[in-house]
């Protein structure tokens, strides 16, 4: 091998463990809050039951995750406005690491009674207590129209401030 093939060969091997060559750690961010997310409460059997499953699973993967009980129906505009901002994402920063275990009215009304969880207004949202009924706090009804997400959102997040 020549003088030069050698420089030449030398110098591609030190490209290559330059390139392979660890860079220093930068420091991380802390991670983005979780989304907020929906889960859809449809599975038969007494709601109080599910909600305490539900808000163990979801606690298990993530300590800081609140859940909250919501009931709405089809039929209901603020919370087809509410649906609609949820799925759009719009709601992530505002009500992170939240997780609304949706009810639909029509479908679940008798069972949602039997767990302490009445109200005449759509959408309601209400705070499940350690046995899974509700705690008696919520929050019941919305406004119509274009401002009915931002009536609600001081609303569900006072809801969710800690108490004491």
Do not use: N
């Amino acid at each position: 091998m020549t003088r030069r093939s050698q420089l030449h060969v030398a110098t591609l091997l030190s490209g290559l463990l330059l390139a392979c060559r660890a860079s220093p750690p930068t420091p991380s961010a802390p991670p983005p809050p979780r989304a907020a997310e929906r889960v859809v409460a449809a599975a038969p059997g007494p709601v109080a039951e599910l909600v305490v499953r539900e808000r163990m699973r979801l606690v298990a993967s993530d300590p800081a995750r609140r859940v909250l009980v919501y009931v709405g129906a089809s039929w209901c505009e603020p919370c087809k406005r509410f649906h609609d901002a949820f799925a759009a994402g719009a709601l992530d920063s505002k009500l992170p690491h939240v997780t609304l275990l949706e009810f639909d009215l029509d479908r679940d009304e008798a069972r949602l009674e039997a767990a302490g969880y009445h109200s005449d207004f759509v959408p309601h949202f209400a705070v499940p207590g350690p046995d899974g009924r509700a705690s008696g706090q919520a929050v019941r009804g919305a406004i119509k129209g274009d401002g009915a997400v931002d009536f609600l959102l001081p609303k569900l997040e006072a809801l969710l401030r800690p108490s004491g």
